[in-house]
């Protein structure tokens, strides 16, 4: 059975903290590990990460993907309380790379 | 664009009632799909299609039907609504082929069963 696992469940830091968050996979077919931010409403998207060790990164924000130990991690420096939501991992499968596995999610709040 | 759109964003059933919620993308994706989201979870998948004319089954699709006439639309049937299936439902679509691509949400809609 596929699976996708983040960690920390839920974290709580201030403004200006870096935070890492995890996200590790046993997937079938694996094609690709997608990031996701969702703030009360549809999740948007934050990355794709298909090759091992190639870190991507936008603003504050970046994350890279070890397909060895079949896991990632997204971290965010200098964090702002806009950042405060749920951050979801999903693995992309299946022959023609469409499914997505999602993992449970990691609420992040930022307080100031 | 559009994007993806869903209709309605709010909806209140009996149990034993049967619904449509709608979904439609003007982006002339392939991949389209339906996903759940239950509170504190991840979203799971419901039912996804490849192209017009093709659908297929994903994680927990017991009491939900699926239709694709169109690339624009997929819209998702609960056929019989129970308590269980109060959720927030997503519907996401994207390319198909060989490279991987992202998947675009929708708003969502928020059903509550009683």
């Known amino acids: 059975e596929d699976k996708v696992v983040q960690s920390p469940l839920s974290l709580v830091v201030h403004e200006g903290d870096t935070v890492t968050l995890n996200c590790s996979y046993e997937?079938?077919?694996?094609?690709?590990l997608l990031w996701y931010k969702q703030e009360k409403k549809a999740p948007t998207f934050l990355f794709m990460l298909?090759?091992?060790?190639i870190e991507k990164k936008s603003g504050r924000l970046s994350s890279i993907l070890d397909k060895k130990e079949l896991f990632s991690i997204l971290n965010i420096t200098a964090t702002q309380t806009g950042d405060s939501a749920v951050y979801l991992c999903?693995?992309?499968?299946?022959?023609?790379?469409?499914?997505?596995?999602f993992g449970g999610g990691t609420r992040l709040m930022v307080k100031p | 664009n559009a994007g993806v759109t869903q209709t309605p964003k709010f909806q209140v059933l009996k149990t034993g009632q049967s619904m449509t919620l709608q979904c439609a993308q003007d982006?002339?994706?392939?991949?389209m799909s339906w996903y759940r989201q239950d509170p504190g979870m991840g979203l799971r998948l419901i039912h996804y299609?490849?192209?017009?004319?093709?659908?297929d089954q994903g994680e927990v699709p017991n009491g939900y039907n699926v239709s694709r006439s169109t690339t624009e639309d997929f819209p998702l049937r609960l056929l019989s609504a129970a308590p269980s299936q109060t959720s927030v439902y997503f519907c996401?679509?994207?390319?198909?082929?060989?490279?991987?691509?992202?998947?675009?949400f929708g708003p969502g809609t928020r059903l509550t069963v009683t």
């Open positions: 996401a679509s994207s390319y198909s082929g060989g490279s991987p691509y992202e998947q675009y």
């Open positions: 997937v079938t077919n694996f094609r690709s």
């Open positions: 298909t090759s091992s060790g």
């Open positions: 999903a693995v992309l499968i299946g022959e023609a790379g469409n499914m997505l596995t």
């Open positions: 982006m002339n994706h392939e991949y």
């Open positions: 299609s490849v192209g017009a004319g093709i659908t």
